[in-house]
């Protein structure tokens, strides 16, 4: 049903898989939010649909996401050829290879001292640390967004610039400014097996506009959920639809 009506959408045209590179994000794109970032669920059918995908576009394939690489690695395995995780912060040119990780400017750790002394008096929110920051989630307890958003204001205000407050699903980021998923991209794309095509981009939310602006600069093409496919199911529709017949 769905690879008849992306055929006849002009929306959805873009040059030969053997001349293109797909850069796609993870959480509430290539798979549904979930309560909690270790509750994902990764579809039967997408594992194969990648493997398809990246054989048919030469190994280009590659997952940018915010979390760390070994957190796409468990779902995900060996299946993308590249993955760059944390925004950017860290970057596997290819599967088994090394993992580079940007030069990132210290965090105080007193933010994360002060960070979880706030968690524990607010039920519901979570922090989760990462190699360049951390996050502050309140998924479960939505009415304290103002109150992390305000703290966590305070802590970048203190850095001059060094870090910045990136909004997320349900979630306030503090991670080094300037590294981010246009990084990745450029990076990326300097190296076989994407070098040389044109770069499509697919994501979600705010923390994706640096990769789509990144694209957009290469001449390449991006799409967003929910404005281009309503879900991440109909993404995998989609991507599926693509490879269609191939083995």
């Known amino acids: 049903m769905f690879g008849s009506s992306f055929a ?5 045209k873009i040059p030969p898989l053997s001349q293109t590179a ?18 994902v669920v990764v579809p039967p059918d997408l594992l194969e649909t990648l493997s ?20 796409i690695d468990q779902f995900l395995g060996d299946v993308p050829f590249a993955v760059a995780g944390e925004h950017g912060v860290t970057i596997r040119h290819r599967p088994g290879g090394p993992v580079e990780r940007a030069v ?25 640390h990462k190699q360049g920051g951390f996050v502050l989630h309140y998924r ?7 109150v992390l958003r305000q703290t966590a204001e305070r802590w970048v205000r203190e850095s001059d610039g060094a870090f910045t407050l990136q909004p ?7 991670r080094p400014t300037g590294v981010d998923k246009g990084y990745a991209v450029s990076l990326l794309m300097e190296t076989a097996p994407f070098a040389g095509r044109k770069p499509v981009f697919v994501g ?21 959920i929910p404005a281009d496919f309503p879900t991440p199911a109909v993404l995998r529709a989609w991507l599926a639809s693509l490879v269609a017949g191939r083995g």
Do not use: N
């Open 140 to 146: 479960a307890a939505p009415e304290k967004a103002e």
């Open 8 to 12: 006849q959408d002009s929306r959805f």
């Open 22 to 39: 797909f850069l796609l994000d993870f959480d509430g794109t290539l798979v549904d939010i979930a309560p909690t970032p270790e509750a």
């Open 204 to 224: 979600d939310d705010v923390t994706d506009e640096d990769g789509m602006a990144a694209v957009h600069r290469m001449g390449g093409t991006f799409f967003r």
């Open 104 to 128: 990132l400017p210290s965090m105080p750790q007193r933010w994360l001292v002060q960070a979880s002394d706030l968690l524990a008096t607010l039920p519901g929110t979570r922090l989760e």
């Open 168 to 174: 997320a699903k349900m979630a306030w980021e503090i």
């Open 52 to 71: 398809r995908l990246r054989a048919a576009c030469g190994d280009a394939l590659a997952v940018i996401s915010g979390r760390p690489i070994d957190q």
